[in-house]
């Protein structure tokens, strides 16, 4: 079904702002920080997490997330908040946060006291509440204020059921709970309704599914959130609503899309990613210096268990026409959809040749055949053509990226292949470590020997690389008689064995001309990736300088890069 209404006056701003992916390469990440007002396992706070990813991901943003936690139902809100604001700058400080977010009135509270904490950088408040004024927050500060629309939840419960009996499921004995069930009956006081609104509140869990499995007929129910119980066990809200749909006779209804699966119908809810999505979308608004009124509507939708529609004989069909299905068994059509258009497809295809074959006479039988032989030797000839063609450009491309002689990657593809692994390292923060190996006293065996024999070295050497190294090592021939390996995920420190495996192989060979054996030596400097360079030149050129220092240590050597202080 359709999905709710789209931003487009908000995506015809930002598209000139939005990159490729092949442009957010070298970019810094987005960073996020999301101060959470409750406690690390609410479904909301990961639904709004994930808003916050996928919006980021739409416009093709490398982005980190950053995620800390107040638990406000646990401790006091002013409870060590000092100190909390204190680490929070001391662990983010070097971080380069570029946007904060405060998720609830608690976090919000925290926020607005705190204006010290990582000062500068834009923040977007979502309160439950009218808590924040125009003259509290920065130039550069979002305010989306997260008003409950009770009223319209409830209606759309009574609508689908046609109930005449609701009961609210609610609790005061945590802040979470009691904001909660204030609100609602502040909303419902004193309100005409062509429905009888009864409250079970603050009972325990085994009272409340005792009366919910005992309600009268044309009955439903709407679960506000539950922390803890009379009993003082503290469950999250889709645990306490899982529990409550087990044993309930009546239907389920909430104002939470997050508490979707937990065995709610569901009904017209706030939908934590479409919240997270909002709060990004008016934070890069703002970076623009373009303000618009949020519009909360755009959080909330219409969301639906089927499960639940089957088991509480509510009808699809009368559904709004924007809802969102959830959890639907696929019908015939959409499990068996390929298969039923294949048939579909091969029936007409054989129906139409049968009919054709019937009203051709021989002739044109004859004549259609050897059009077909004809046509079919063209594709053959064709495809022949077509692949040697193809051949010809694998085998060019092949050639224009290995060393002739050697048979390793010459210097373009070993640059290649490098600035690839560079790139996922960085991204990923992983290491790698360059080997630059050098041929000691090369051009004397040139001068006194012939090129013919410097080949015959060059070739043995670069078997001996060969055959030293790993299947994910990339060699490559990068100079007259100096060869380089890239080592992924190996740190420089751990390579001096593998280097000296090579050096002593090396060592250990000769090249014999007219019974007399010349023996052969290489020079090895070994340099590792770290995470301040940002090209692949750098890491090269410290090998190169550990290269110097081992040729100029008496050649035959091995030198580890190290910083000098």
């Avoid at 904060?100 to 309160?127: E, K, Q």
Wanted: include cysteine.
């Amino acid at each position: 079904m359709r999905q709710g209404r789209q931003w487009f006056l908000v995506v015809m701003l930002l598209i000139p702002f939005c990159s490729s992916k092949a442009e957010t390469v070298g970019i810094a990440p987005y960073r996020v920080l999301i101060i959470n007002s409750w406690s690390k396992e609410l479904p909301w706070q990961l639904s709004v997490e994930n808003g916050i990813r996928a919006e980021l991901v739409s416009r093709q943003l490398p982005y980190e997330i950053f995620a800390e936690y107040l638990d406000a139902d646990r401790f006091d809100q002013t409870f060590n908040h000092d100190a909390l604001s204190t680490f929070l700058n001391s662990k983010y400080q070097a971080s380069s946060i570029n946007l904060i977010i405060a998720d609830s009135l608690p976090a919000v509270s925290f926020l607005m006291r705190y204006p010290s904490l990582l000062p500068g950088t834009p923040r977007v408040y979502l309160p439950d509440s009218d808590y924040i004024s125009a003259k509290d927050i920065g130039k550069n500060d979002v305010v989306i204020p997260v008003k409950e629309d009770y009223i319209r939840s409830v209606n759309e419960a009574i609508q689908r059921t046609g109930a005449t009996q609701l009961y609210v499921v609610g609790e005061s004995f945590s802040e979470g709970g009691s904001n909660q069930l204030q609100r609602f009956k502040q909303t419902f006081k004193n309100k005409t309704a062509s429905f009888r609104l009864h409250y079970l509140e603050n009972l325990s869990m085994a009272e409340l599914a005792e009366q919910t499995a005992q309600l009268p007929p044309n009955s439903a129910i709407f679960f506000l959130l539950i922390f803890k119980d009379s009993t003082e066990t503290s469950y999250v809200p889709y645990q306490a609503a899982s529990l409550l749909a087990q044993k309930a006779n009546a239907p389920i209804f909430s104002l939470w899309e997050a508490l979707m699966g937990s065995g709610i119908v569901g009904g017209y809810l706030l939908s934590g990613e479409r919240l997270g999505a909002m709060a990004i979308r008016h934070a890069l608004l703002k970076e623009q210096n373009i303000s618009l009124d949020p519009n909360l509507s755009n959080a909330y939708g219409y969301y639906f268990d089927e499960r639940q529609l089957i088991k509480h004989d509510i009808a699809k069909q009368t559904l709004p026409d924007n809802a969102t299905i959830r959890f639907s068994e696929p019908s015939f059509w959409h499990a068996y959809r390929l298969e039923i258009t294949l048939t579909l497809l091969l029936l007409t295809l054989l129906s139409f040749v049968t009919s054709t074959l019937f009203v051709v006479n021989k002739k044109r039988k004859r004549a259609i055949y050897a059009l077909i032989q004809e046509r079919r030797l063209l594709e053959l000839r064709v495809a022949d053509r077509t692949q040697a063609l193809h051949d010809a450009k694998i085998q060019a491309e092949a050639d224009a990226r290995t060393d002739v002689l050697t048979g390793l990657n010459n210097r373009r593809a070993f640059y290649e292949h490098g600035r690839f692994l560079h790139e996922q390292a960085s991204r990923y923060h992983n290491t790698y470590s360059v080997l630059l190996i050098d041929i000691d006293l090369f051009k004397e065996v040139n001068d006194v020997y012939g090129h013919d024999v410097g080949d015959r070295v060059l070739k043995q050497i670069a078997n001996i690389i060969r055959q030293s190294i790993r299947n994910s090592d990339i060699p490559g021939r990068i100079g007259g008689d100096e060869f380089a390996v890239l080592l992924p995920h190996s740190a420089a420190h751990k390579m001096t064995e593998f280097a000296e495996r090579i050096r002593s192989t090396v060592a250990q060979s000769s090249i014999t001309i007219d019974s007399k054996a010349i023996k052969l030596t290489v020079s090895i400097g070994i340099a590792e990736f770290h995470s301040a360079e940002e090209m692949l030149d750098g890491v090269i050129k410290r090998a190169d300088v550990a290269l110097y220092e081992a040729k100029n240590s008496g050649r035959n050597n091995i030198v580890l890069y190290r910083e000098t202080k």
